[in-house]
C-alpha cells in the first residue's frame, strides 16, 4: 500500500471475531490510516439480520469504515431481476448489523450491495451478478475516491478524519425513528456530492486536519472498557447505572506541541435527545483530553431494542454536524420468570411452562421482528414452534437465535437456518442457548420474498441441570464418575448419553528456531523486521486415522490474534509434505508410522516469539467409532457392570438423580492412548419427542444441549505373568564360574557395539577386541552379527567397494557356519512346541538362530548382487574396449574371459544363497526381502514378474514406500519401454523424497 502511495484500501472479507478492536492486523490497520494517512473501508459481513453480527475487521474496528449492503428498487429489478417492485429500497436482510460487543455501532454507513462484476474465465462468462457487502465495499471505495481526488485538485488537506466526518454527517438516513436504524445502516446512504460540499466548507474549521475523538467508555461497577454503551444482560434494565466517558483529542505522532498540539481547543456542546440520560451539556475539550460521567435510567422502557446517542456539536459551528457521538444501545428482555400471563409490551404472554406465546407476527418483504428473552436459569436448550399464517405463495423466512458471550465469537452462540413456508404450514427447531443471557429471536422475511406474510410462533426452554456442569472428567484411574441431573423448569424426559470421539495427543517441541527475516515482504516500515519461530513437533502413532493439528493458545483467532500469521505443516519421515493448515486446523488422514509437524509463527517482536518456544500442540484424532461410555443408576451396578441405563425416564420439575458414568474398559481405547492421554466427547441427559420407533425410547433424540466430557486415560494393566513350565524334571543352571565369563563376554559385545571408530585410535581398539572376542567366542552369535551390520555400515558407506562387500559376504558366511541348520529345521519341523525345564529358553534360542541365518543369508546375497552389478559394469567396459589398442598392443581375450568366469562364479553364489535363504522365508510374501526377491527375478531376466513382486513393496499399507523399491520400479520400466509410467514414477520419487523440508 505504502510502496504504490495508495490513498485507499478496500477489504472485502472478514468473518466474526471473538474481541473486537484488537490484534495484530488492527494494529498495522491502525498504524496504515492514523500514520500514514490512508482511508482504510471493508466490508461489514453477511451474517444478519440478528444485532450484532457484524464482522471483523469492518465491523468492529475503529480505523477502518464498515460498509453496509443496501438494495433499491432498481437494482432489485435491473439486477436481481424480481417478478415484482420493491415498494422502497432496504437493507439486505443478510447484511450484518451492529452494534459491536464494545458498544460501537458496527456499520458507518451503506452502499449498493449489488453489482454485476467480472469474475473469472473458468466460469465460462465475462461477468455476473454478484451481491453482499463485499460488493457495497468497493463501491463506497469508488466514491470516496472521487473525493479524496477532489480534495488534491484543489490542494485541501487529505486525512482520514476528514473524510469520515464529512461522509458520515452528510449520508441519506434510511428508516430514521426505528430502533435499529442506525444499527443497521449506519448513518445511511454515502452521498457523494453533499460530501465534497462538506469539504469545501469545513476546510478552514478543520483545523488541524487530522484531529479525530478516541472514547472510551467505563461503567462505574466495572472495569470493562467499550466504545460505546451497550447494555444486553437482562439484570443491566432493573436498576440505573452510571458511565464514564473519556475522550481523547488525537493528532499525528509528529504534531509538533507548539504549532498543534497547544492549539486544540474545541467547546463542544452534548445533546441526547432520549429521556433516559442523562448528560453534561457543555465540555471544553483540550489536547489531553476530559472525561465526564452520563446516567442511563432505562427501568421505565418497555421490553425490546432502544438506541440513541450522545452527540458532541461544535458551539461555534453546530452545522459541521457531530464531532464524534456516544452510542447507546439497551436492549430490555422479556424474563420468563415475570407472573405468568404478562406481556413485556410486545404482545408476547409468559406462560407458567417457562414459555411465551410470541403472538401474530406480520411480514413484508425484508421485514425482521426481534423478540428479546432473558433465558432462565437452568435452561439448556429452546425450542421454536412457528406457524405460518395464510398466504398465496410461498414466503423465505430467515431464522435467528442469537446470543452473545465475552470474548467469544457470536458464530459459537447463535443458531441459523433458512426456512420456506406455505400457508398454514408448521416449522419447528430446537438449539441449545446459555442461561442468564439475552436470547436475541430474529424472525425476517428474505427481501426478495414477495408480498405480505403473517407467523405465529411460540419459544419454550428446557434444561437438566447438571452437577459438576460443563467439564466433567471421569479420571480412568478411578473408574467412575458420579454426575447429579436435575430439571429446574419443567418435567423433562431424560436418557444420558455418553461417548468419547475424539482423542488428544498432547507434543512439545523438540526443536526452536528463531531467527529474522530479511526479504522485502517481510520488512514493516521504518525497517522494522519480521521475525520467525519455526518449532519441530515429533509424532510417533501406532495406528492410522484422521488427525488434526491443533495450536490451542492461537487457532481461531484471525484478526484479534496476537500474531502476523500461524501456519503448520505436517510431513512423513522421508520430509515429504502431507498437509497444510493455518489458524483454521485441518484434518488430515494419516497412517501407522513416524511424522514431523512443523509450525511457523511470524512477529516483528522477537521476544513475543521467543515466550511461544515450548508452546505445546495438541493433534486430535477423530475416532471413527466413538467408545460409548456405560451409564449406571449406581455405584453397584457401575463396579458389577450390569444394569447400564438403556431407556428414558423422567424428571419431575426440581426432582434430581444421579449416575455414574464408567468404567470404560481397557479394551475400547485406541491403541494411541496411553496414560495420561485425554479422550474427549459429548455428554447429554435431556430428551426432544420423535416419531416413534423401536429404541425404547419412543424415537427420541438427544437434546442440542451437551456437556464436554472428558475421559483421562489410566496407566496400562501390567502384562500377566508366563504360565510355569512344567514339572518334568530339573532344569540345569550354569555355575558361578560360568555365569562371571558370560556375564563379562557380553559386556564386552555391548562395549564393542557402542564404539562409533570415528577415530583412529577408535578404529584400531575395536578390531583389536573384536578379534580378542572372537578368538575367545567363534560361535557367539550376537559377536557375529555385530560384525556383519557393522560391515553392511561400512559397505554402504563406501559405495562399489568390492572389498568391503567381500567383507559382508565373510562375515555372513562366519554367522551362517556358526548355526547348525540341520538341528534349527529338525526343531521347527516339530509338531507340537517342546514342554519341560529349559523349553522356554531352547524356543527363545532357536527363534534367536532363525532370525540371525536369515538376516545372514539376505545380507550375503545383497553383497553378491551389488558385486555381480560391478562386474557387469566393469564386464560392459571391457566389451567396448575389446578392440581398442594400448601401447600399440592389443588386449588380450584372457582378460574378458576371466572377468566372465569370476561374474559366473558369482551369479552361482547368489542363486545358491538365494536358495538357501528361501528355505527359511518366503522373499516374495516378506515386506522385507522382497526386494531382493525382484533383483533376483531380474537377474533372471524376468522384468515384468519382478515388477509385479514390487506392487505391495510400493504401496504399504503402515509406511511410506522405501525409495529403493520406488527406484527400482522406475529401472524396471524404462527396461520395459514403458516410457510414460517411467516419467510418472520418476515424478512420484521426486514428490515424495524431496531433498530438505518446504519453505513456508
Sequence with gaps: VLENKCDLVNMSYGEATATPNAGRFIQLAEELVYKHNVVYLASAGNAGPALSTVGAPGG????????????????????????????????????????????????????????????????????????GTSMASPCACGGLALLISALKAEGQAVTPARIRRAVENTCLPVKEGSPDSVLTHGRGLLQVDAAYKYLRRSAEVDVPADLRFELTTHRSDGSASGRGIYLRDPADARQPLTFRVDVSPKLHEEADTRTDRLEVEQKLLLRCPAS???????????????????????????????????????????????LFRVPITVIKPLDPATEPGSSGGSGAIVRPDASIDL????????????????????????????????????????????????????????????????????FTATFAVTAGTTLELTLAQFWSSLGDASLSAELSFHGVEVTPAKALVIDGA????????????????????????????????????????????????????????????????????????????????????????????????????????DIYPEAVQLRKGDYVLRAILRHDDASLLGKLKDMPMVVERKLEKPIEVPVYPS?????????????????????????????????????????????????????????????????????????????????????????????????????????????????????????????EDEKAAYEELQAQLLAAHPTHLPLLLERLQRAQRAAAAAKGDAAAQQAVIAAAEGVVAAIDANELAVYLAQKCAEEGPGAAQRKKDMDERKAALIEALAAKCAALLELL?????????????????????????????????????????????????????DTAADEKYV??????????????????????????????????????????????????????????????????????
Design 359 to 426: 403472538g401474530a407476527l406480520h411480514f413484508q418483504p425484508g421485514k425482521e421482528v426481534r423478540r428479546f428473552v432473558a433465558v432462565p436459569a437452568g435452561a439448556g436448550w429452546a425450542e421454536l414452534r412457528i406457524r405460518a399464517g395464510e398466504v398465496d405463495t410461498p414466503k423465505s423466512y430467515m431464522l435467528r437465535a442469537t446470543a452473545l458471550l465475552p470474548h467469544t465469537r457470536y458464530t459459537d452462540s447463535e443458531w441459523r437456518t433458512f426456512a420456506q413456508l406455505s400457508a398454514h404450514q408448521e
Design 478 to 581: 478411578a473408574g467412575n464418575c458420579k454426575v447429579y441431573a436435575a430439571a429446574p423448569l419443567r418435567r423433562e424426559k431424560v436418557k444420558p448419553q455418553a461417548r468419547l470421539d475424539t482423542l488428544r495427543i498432547p507434543l512439545r517441541p523438540t526443536e526452536a528456531e528463531l531467527a529474522p527475516l530479511a526479504a522485502p515482504r517481510d520488512t514493516l516500515p521504518e525497517g522494522r523486521v519480521t521475525h520467525r519461530l519455526l518449532l519441530t513437533y515429533k509424532l510417533s502413532l501406532a495406528e492410522g486415522g484422521k488427525f488434526t493439528p491443533t495450536l490451542p493458545l492461537l487457532n481461531w483467532y484471525v484478526y484479534d490474534g496476537e500474531l502476523e500469521a500461524q501456519m503448520v505443516m505436517v510431513f512423513d519421515s522421508n520430509k515429504q509434505r502431507l498437509s497444510v493448515s
Design 635 to 759: 455405584n453397584s451396578d457401575s463396579v458389577k457392570g450390569s444394569n447400564a441405563v438403556s431407556r428414558e425416564r423422567v424428571l419431575c420439575k426440581g426432582e434430581r438423580a444421579a449416575f455414574f458414568l464408567g468404567p470404560v474398559g481397557d479394551d475400547k481405547l485406541p491403541k494411541d492412548a496411553t496414560p495420561g492421554r485425554l479422550l474427549v466427547g459429548p455428554l447429554t441427559f435431556g430428551l426432544l419427542p420423535g416419531n416413534g420407533g423401536g429404541n425404547g425410547n419412543g424415537g427420541a433424540r438427544a437434546c442440542p444441549a451437551a456437556h464436554q466430557l472428558t475421559f483421562v486415560v489410566p496407566p496400562k494393566k501390567a502384562d500377566p505373568p508366563a504360565p510355569p513350565a512344567a514339572p518334568a524334571g530339573e532344569e540345569v543352571k550354569p555355575g558361578f564360574d560360568a555365569q562371571l565369563a558370560e556375564a563379562l563376554r557380553d559386556a564386552q559385545v555391548k562395549l564393542l557395539k557402542d564404539l562409533k571408530c570415528e577415530t
Design 869 to 921: 552389478d560391478a562386474e557387469k559394469a566393469t564386464g560392459a567396459g571391457t566389451d567396448s574396449a575389446a578392440a581398442a589398442t594400448s601401447d600399440g598392443q592389443e588386449v588380450q581375450p584372457e582378460a574378458a574371459d576371466k572377468a566372465s568366469e569370476a561374474q559366473d562364479g558369482a551369479n552361482e553364489a547368489f542363486h545358491a544363497a538365494f536358495r538357501e535363504l528361501r528355505k527359511w522365508v
Design 931 to 1000: 526386494l531382493l526377491h525382484a533383483k533376483r527375478e531380474v537377474l533372471a531376466g524376468r522384468l515384468a514378474t519382478a515388477f509385479k513382486v514390487l506392487d505391495k513393496a510400493a504401496s504399504p499399507e503402515d509406511t511410506p514406500a522405501p525409495r529403493d523399491v520406488l527406484e527400482l520400479r522406475a529401472s524396471l520400466l524404462a527396461q520395459l519401454g514403458w516410457v510414460h509410467w517411467e516419467r510418472q514414477q520418476r515424478r512420484r520419487i521426486t514428490a515424495a523424497f524431496p531433498p530438505s523440508y518446504p519453505l513456508f
Design 276 to 322: 433516559w440520560v442523562r448528560a453534561p451539556e457543555v465540555l471544553l475539550m483540550h489536547h489531553n483530553g476530559r472525561g465526564f460521567e452520563l446516567e442511563l435510567d432505562s427501568r421505565s422502557l418497555p421490553e425490546g431494542l432502544h438506541y440513541t446517542e450522545l452527540q458532541a456539536f461544535d458551539a461555534t459551528a453546530e452545522w459541521r454536524g457531530p
Design 60 to 131: 468492529t474496528s475503529t480505523a477502518i469504515l464498515g460498509i453496509g449492503a443496501y438494495v433499491t428498487p432498481a437494482l432489485a429489478a435491473a439486477g436481481h431481476s424480481l417478478r415484482g417492485e420493491l415498494e422502497a429500497g432496504q437493507q439486505y436482510t443478510w447484511s450484518s448489523r451492529g452494534p459491536a460487543p464494545n458498544g460501537d455501532t458496527g456499520v458507518n454507513f451503506s452502499a449498493p450491495g449489488g453489482a454485476i462484476a467480472p469474475v473469472p474465465q473458468w466460469t465460462q462468462q465475462k461477468r455476473q451478478l454478484m451481491n
